[in-house]
């Protein structure tokens, strides 16, 4: 006698969800590129043949999810990877008082390789696929306290491992305006690592010293992983912070 199967139970988003997800699909489609207003509430509303309180409610998800803008006495707008808004969510270093600052990048190395195994895995990469490796550290107050390796598809972004010549302080940035691809969420993995040879000479400690390793997949709007990102974190006067 075979067990069983368990039919899958229907799944079900409120009608708001679902405007969400339209909306969002426009914007990944490029319909509304960065920085463009959207139409007014009431057209969507009328367009999709639901209430402006609906309608309102999906917008406000995602304002929420730094998808869009609201421009007081404008209208609603796509969100822009602008400097030190873009630096201020992704970025989640302070002191360990709480002040933040921005952080200073200093590039030590660029190149194009071919993709290692795990980071085929991560990207969504084929076989053979060749990838583009930046490695960097982020100064806080004139101190080193970060050193990174970030690992994109060079098919993706193509040239960057040369150009621009001076890489910007906020790479996603760089990816918005330069390849038109916008960084919408990262997911993050922090572990206990000990530092390499490699991490003392960068960040001014002792190999061996405790540090905080973050590894992060950055992706679009439509969840596709777009950049690997590994940070290694001196914590003797920094921590890392995150709202749940």
Known sequence: MTAMSVPKAPTFQPLYKQIKDLIMERIADGEWPPGTFIPSESALASSYSVSVGTLRKALDELVNDNIVVRRQGKGTAVATHDTDRTLFRFFNIVRHDG????????????????????????????????????????????EAVLVEEIVVDAERFPGL?????????????????????SIARADEQLTAV???????????????????????????????????????????????????
């Open 161 to 181: 491992e040369k150009q621009p010549e001076i890489l910007p302080n906020t790479l996603y940035q760089l990816y918005q305006q330069h390849y038109g691809v």
């Open 99 to 142: 002040e933040r600052m921005l952080p200073i990048s200093r590039v030590f190395s660029r190149s194009r390789r071919k993709a290692r195994a795990e980071e085929r895995e991560l990207l969504g990469l084929a076989e053979g696929a060749q990838v583009v490796r930046i490695r960097r550290t982020r100064e806080l107050d004139g």
């Open 194 to 244: 000990l530092a390499t040879k490699d991490d003392a000479d960068h960040l001014g400690v002792a190999e061996g010293t405790p540090l905080i390793q973050i590894r992060r997949i950055a992706s679009d709007y439509q969840g596709e992983p777009l950049e690997l990102r590994t940070s290694r974190l001196c914590t003797t006067h920094y921590c890392y912070i995150a709202q749940v």
